[in-house]
């Protein structure tokens, strides 16, 4: 049997389809963070309201809560490609739509209030099947290395190269960075129709089975595995954290570094700046060390970083700090989700997937809540230094989890089982 801590070498081929699913995530990002920007921008022309702008935001992130165990049992249930193309396939109409109502004037606050809803509803089945598809494309061995090329791929094209086309854009006409979303969406759409999957052996499925307890065997799945529900609590903790800080890093920025706009913006650019870095270093510290102390060690450099975000008053501890953060954080999601890939049961994987992602990301407009009354009755620093102390509880809570005689189970148990590729 395997333990967790092997990490065998190896690189995903761009051949045989992986090369085309990396095309069509970056470039989806690539649009996703075209429209990301744009929409709060065009948020602010249609109202002042600053609950109704943060209520665009909140769109983003509701919908996980209520269907994401649903869109993983249905990501098990259907042909993963298949799901993702018809997916990108309605959201690039939907977006088209809502750039032709821009574009002739008719954009109102509860627009935009549905198109942030509905496109994160439809993004729970995509990102779910997804996670499950990728197995089917790459061997086992070189899972790391694949989710690392995703996620810095990913980085690459929505944290750098997609904000200066924002600004551009707008200029010429406030639809226009929705109508390039919608292009985005339609070709990746066409290059996941594409693809060519080998086929997966699936069980069949019991007589009379039902989502929901298809959704409550993912949740049993995810909880048995004392490796995966360890993680998922880390990465809760974690998520409550960045929450706190990013939901209030403007305040921070402007009003206890007494920066300006440009330091914002600088101190995003130093955050993904070191998501880069972390996409190359994800797979070696793993080789060194093992996936879950690849987490114990990130979490540890992540809890340094804040503190020194929130200890000292000086721009440039900010940006290290952030630098650092980015680095780290790419490190944790390519070791976490090639974890959860390479745990789950194999034709368990969305709704393992599903149940991982909607608790932790649960913890995300938690975060932003208690970090701005944590910076109103605190200081502004404060959230930074709460984000801290929850990193430091996520250390912790992983340590049950780098054990190195904890084993991946075999294929017949119905926790977590060590896979062969797909």
């Not at 779910?128 to 598809?133: D, E, G, M, P, V």
């Not at 989710?147 to 854009?169: D, E």
């Not at 200029?171 to 390039?180: H, I």
Request: glycine share 12%; hydrophobic share 55%; with cysteine.
């Amino acid at each position: 049997m395997a333990a967790i801590g092997a990490v065998s070498a190896g690189a995903p081929a761009w051949r045989g389809g992986f090369g085309r699913l990396w095309t069509a995530a970056v470039v989806s990002r690539f649009g996703d963070a075209l429209r990301a920007a744009a929409l709060p921008l065009l948020a602010v022309r249609l109202t002042d309201d600053p609950l109704v702008i943060a209520s665009v935001t909140a769109c983003g992130y509701v919908p996980w809560l209520l269907f994401g165990l649903l869109g993983g049992a249905v990501a098990d249930r259907v042909d993963q490609r298949r799901a993702m193309w018809a997916v990108d396939t309605v959201r690039g109409l939907l977006v088209a739509s809502f750039a032709l109502l821009v574009g002739v004037g008719l954009a109102s606050v509860p627009l935009l209030l549905a198109l942030a809803f509905a496109l994160t509803t439809l993004q729970t089945l995509f990102d779910n099947a997804a996670t499950a598809l990728l197995p089917s494309l790459v061997r086992r061995e070189a899972l790391g290395g694949a989710n690392a090329r995703l996620m810095t791929g990913q980085q690459l094209a929505g944290g750098l190269l997609a904000g200066p086309f924002v600004p551009l854009l707008l200029s010429v006409g406030v639809f226009l960075p929705f109508v390039a979303d919608a292009g985005t969406f339609v070709l990746a759409a066409a290059l996941v129709a594409s693809l060519r999957i080998r086929p997966v052996d699936r069980e069949p499925r019991p007589a009379g089975g039902t989502l929901r307890a298809e959704i409550g065997a993912g949740l049993r799945a995810l909880w048995r595995d004392r490796v995966l529900r360890a993680v998922c609590l880390a990465t809760l903790l974690c998520n409550i954290g960045m929450g706190a800080l990013i939901g209030t890093l403007v305040l921070h920025v402007t009003r206890w570094l007494h920066g300006g706009d440009g330091a914002y913006a600088a101190a995003m650019t130093a955050y993904a700046a070191g998501s880069l870095t972390g996409g190359f270093l994800a797979q070696r510290i793993a080789r060194r060390t093992g996936r879950a102390r690849a987490l114990l060690v990130a979490g540890t450099v992540q809890t340094a970083s804040l503190i020194l975000i929130g200890s000292l008053r000086h721009l440039a501890a900010l940006l290290a700090g952030m630098l650092l953060l980015g680095a780290m954080n790419m490190v944790w999601n390519v070791n976490q989700v090639t974890l959860m890939q390479e745990r789950s049961p194999a034709a368990m994987v969305g709704r393992v997937s599903a149940a991982f992602r909607t608790s932790s990301t649960s913890g995300v407009p938690l975060g932003a809540l208690l970090g701005g009354a944590v910076a109103g009755a605190v200081g502004l620093n404060g959230p930074a230094l709460l984000a801290a102390a929850l990193f430091t509880l996520a250390v912790t809570s992983l340590i049950p989890a780098r054990q190195p005689d904890v084993p991946v189970v075999a294929p017949h148990d119905d926790a977590a089982t060590a896979r062969t590729a797909r």
